[in-house]
């Protein structure tokens, strides 16, 4: 049996990263939620005002709308299979999530900044399905595509892992 090779997040190319984001046109947002602080919102608004077909998941609010779409309890309740799971759950519960999306007819798991379960990455790319990890689909479209920033301004500085700083700081006398 030959062993599968789990990509390191810092090892994903730009091509690779623009290759998913470029072929996917549905996704499906695992711990989506209605408050509009919390990151699963914000980056579900954002991928959905950039033509993406979203679907909120969430068992806790199943049958309730959010940014007027209908909520589903699980992966399996969808109508058809998504592109992309974009997982908003925690490194544990992402294995769960990855069985989901494989039994569902995904072609993509993608896992959040913070979020890395290499068992499941392992069982979802023997299945066939591409694995991000650790990686935001949101930062990732804004740093690939030069986008303005929520602020007003395009820095180029923003990362999607940790960097070392460039420098040390001086104490001021």
Do not use: H
């Amino acid at each position: 049996m030959s062993e599968t090779r789990i990509t390191e997040p810092a090892d994903y190319t730009d091509a690779f990263l623009r290759g998913v984001l470029e072929t996917t046109k549905s996704i499906a947002v695992v711990g989506a939620s209605a408050d509009p602080v919390k990151a699963s919102f914000f980056v579900m608004k954002y991928l959905r005002d950039k033509g993406y077909t979203v679907i909120p998941v969430n068992p806790k609010m199943a049958g309730q709308t959010i940014l007027g779409l209908p909520v589903y309890a699980s992966l399996k309740d969808l109508p058809e299979p998504p592109d992309m799971v974009d997982i908003f759950r925690n490194s544990a519960a992402a294995g769960g999530v990855t069985d989901e999306a494989i039994a569902a007819g995904a072609k993509v798991v993608w896992m959040q900044l913070g979020v890395r379960n290499d068992d499941a990455a392992a069982r979802a790319q023997a299945a066939g399905l591409t694995v991000v990890m650790d990686r935001c689909p949101k930062m990732e479209i804004q740093r690939l595509y030069g986008e303005i920033g929520r602020i007003g301004v395009n820095s180029n500085l923003l990362v999607t892992r940790r960097m070392a700083p460039a420098k040390s700081f001086k104490k001021l006398i």
